[in-house]
């Protein structure tokens, strides 16, 4: 008996009714994006792994998938490297490419690549699917797709400013609620500075960043595991549990941060950008636990959490200041989020948020009696689809219940009938397959008549 076929875990199949809504969700952000003045661009799925190791930190590099070398991909190792138990070494060997973890790493790269083509700044967006090797459970995919918009070439925070109101309209447009979370990661250096603790500074804001998922406590002990003295952990405690208005916190932060310049500069940033988020629909806070693990943040750092679902975050991003300058580009300023078109797609889903139109697929079913009919229809069907409807002719002159069972099948809500006594009236029966109704209609009245009632 042959075997079952199945999907890698973490990963999964679309339904045309799914692929409806996906859509929807790319042509809201594209549209938004585009009404910001973004430009489109695509970088291939997989990339060189020189080009993703060693950005997105040591838990970042566990989770990129490694494309094995095609061929021979044990020619010229010795009988001890193939042996070898390291598989981090082994895979150095075996393994010269890599599919995508994000879209902002190809992206530096492919800034620096075409470097003499783009005027700057340079305001890209990017739709295309990234990969991880991730733990598959609720809202985390190992498959998922991101929606990226980056501005590189410009040092001014009103970049930061215009992509939080692109958040704000994206989550508006769609319906959603949520809370847009912001910090700074030169608050959050200053912050490392002040408790004596500078070279720790990526343990801290790996730490803190998990807050919202293992809670306080096991936030501490993974500071402690990490080597932060226990003095030093006791000091960020009112920072990690910091609450008010966003501008009692700032107020706040820059008395607790007055001894270091960076973080006065980050707390400078954060009051810049948050005093013009001016009439915006949702909530933003000043969040001193998003920590944004991955090394290349460098200033602004932001987080999108919807207020009535239970799911991970669904937007982030953040400034980059140095990105490119590994791939021999140094001073370049970027800043950029990306929108979790996944994520996003449960969320609608679970509060049914879609518009019927978007996820309507075909308006009008004409039926198939035989050939005469058939070619009767076949030049109605181009008046309706010229008139932007939505038709489709069944391909089969079998019984009407077959295809009366299609419609229903693809909640198709209008069915035109032609028989011998409609094509000898030069008309047609039109059935609304909702309340059950039919009418007569002449032909050259349909696709008028149709769109009246859509």
Request: hydrophobic share 40%; glycine share 8%; with cysteine.
């Amino acid at each position: 008996m042959a075997q079952k076929p199945s999907i890698p875990k973490g990963t999964r199949d679309f339904s045309p009714v799914e692929m409806a809504k996906r859509n929807y969700i790319f042509n809201t952000i594209k549209e938004v994006y585009a009404l910001y003045g973004f430009q489109q661009i695509e970088t291939p799925a997989m990339e060189n792994l020189s080009t993703l190791m060693g950005k997105y930190g040591e838990e970042g590099d566990k989770l990129l998938f490694k494309i094995l070398n095609s061929g021979d991909f044990l020619h010229g190792m010795t009988a001890d490297e193939v042996s070898s138990t390291s598989t981090a070494r082994l895979a150095t060997k075996f393994c010269e490419k890599g599919l995508r973890y994000d879209l902002t790493v190809p992206f530096a790269r492919y800034v620096v690549q075409h470097r003499e083509e783009l005027a700057l700044p340079f305001k890209r967006y990017q739709i295309q699917p990234v990969w991880r090797a991730d733990r598959p459970q609720k809202g985390r995919y190992r498959e998922f797709y991101q929606c990226d918009a980056d501005v590189v070439g410009s040092d001014s925070l009103l970049n930061e400013v215009e992509l939080m109101q692109i958040i704000d309209t994206v989550f508006t447009r769609f319906g959603v609620n949520v809370c847009i979370k912001m910090n700074n990661r030169k608050i959050l250096a200053g912050i490392a500075e002040i408790i004596g603790q500078t070279d720790k500074i990526v343990d801290i804001t790996v730490a803190m960043d998990k807050l919202d998922k293992i809670g306080l406590e096991a936030v501490n002990a993974e500071l402690a595991q990490n080597g932060i003295p226990s003095d030093a952990i006791e000091k960020l405690q009112p920072i990690i549990l910091l609450s008010g208005t966003n501008a009692e916190k700032i107020a706040t932060m820059r008395e607790v941060l007055k001894e270091s310049a960076t973080g006065l500069k980050g707390v400078d940033e954060m009051e810049y950008i948050l005093n013009r988020l001016t009439g915006f629909k949702n909530e933003v806070e000043l969040d001193l636990t998003l920590a944004r693990g991955l090394n290349y943040y460098t200033g602004a750092i932001f987080e999108v959490k919807a207020l009535d679902v239970e799911i991970g975050s669904i937007t982030g991003g953040g400034r980059y200041d140095n990105l490119t300058g590994i791939f021999g580009m140094p001073g370049l300023s970027g800043v950029g989020i990306s929108f979790g078109a996944d994520r996003i797609f449960d969320v609608l889903n679970q509060l049914d948020l879609y518009p019927k139109e978007a996820v309507g697929g075909t308006k009008v079913l004409f039926t198939n009696f035989g050939e005469s009919e058939s070619a009767y229809c076949l030049p109605l069907l181009a008046q309706v689809r010229s008139a932007g409807i939505s038709a489709e002719i069944f391909p089969d002159a079998v019984k009407m219940k077959k295809q009366m069972s299609y419609a229903n099948a693809k909640s198709i809500p209008f069915v035109v009938m032609a028989g011998e006594t409609e094509m000898a009236e030069d008309m047609v029966a039109l059935k609304d397959m909702v309340s059950g109704e039919q009418t007569k209609i002449a032909k050259d009245e349909l696709a008028a008549f149709i769109t009246t009632k859509l």
